[in-house]
């Protein structure tokens, strides 16, 4: 069982950053692949960032070259840092966690709105 929340979501305007964190708890976490994934109105529910305990990430390509995603595996945490945020990226994103043989986690998820 994992237990994963969310923080640090919110308003910013256009162009501006945010950083999001995760807390995760109650499995090993190192042995998760542990994502974000975002959710806009009338949208389906799509992958932001993923990160292998390892370090190696993937990035949708709405994302690249302006979010990294990173995870501590020593604090259980994993982040993803959202610079030149744009209106389109107004979601609420949800920290996401699996692994071979195990179900999905999700966390409750954290707003961001992106608006002048």
């Known amino acids: 069982q994992v237990q994963l929340v969310e923080s640090g979501g919110g308003l910013v305007q256009p162009g501006g950053s945010l950083r999001l964190s995760c807390a995760a708890s109650?499995?090993?976490?190192?042995?998760?692949?542990m994502g974000w994934y975002r959710q806009a109105p009338g949208k389906q529910r799509e992958l932001v960032a993923n990160?292998?305990?390892?370090?190696?990430?993937n990035y949708a390509g709405f994302v690249k070259g302006r979010f990294t995603i990173s995870r501590d595996n020593a604090k259980n945490m994993v982040y993803l840092q959202m610079n030149s945020l744009k209106p389109e990226d107004t979601a609420v994103y949800y920290c996401?966690?699996?692994?071979?043989?195990?179900?999905?986690?999700w966390g409750q998820g954290t707003q961001v709105t992106v608006s002048s």
């Open positions: 109650g499995s090993i976490f190192s042995m998760y692949v």
């Open positions: 996401h966690a699996i692994r071979s043989g195990a179900p999905p986690y």
């Open positions: 990160i292998a305990s390892g370090g190696w990430a």
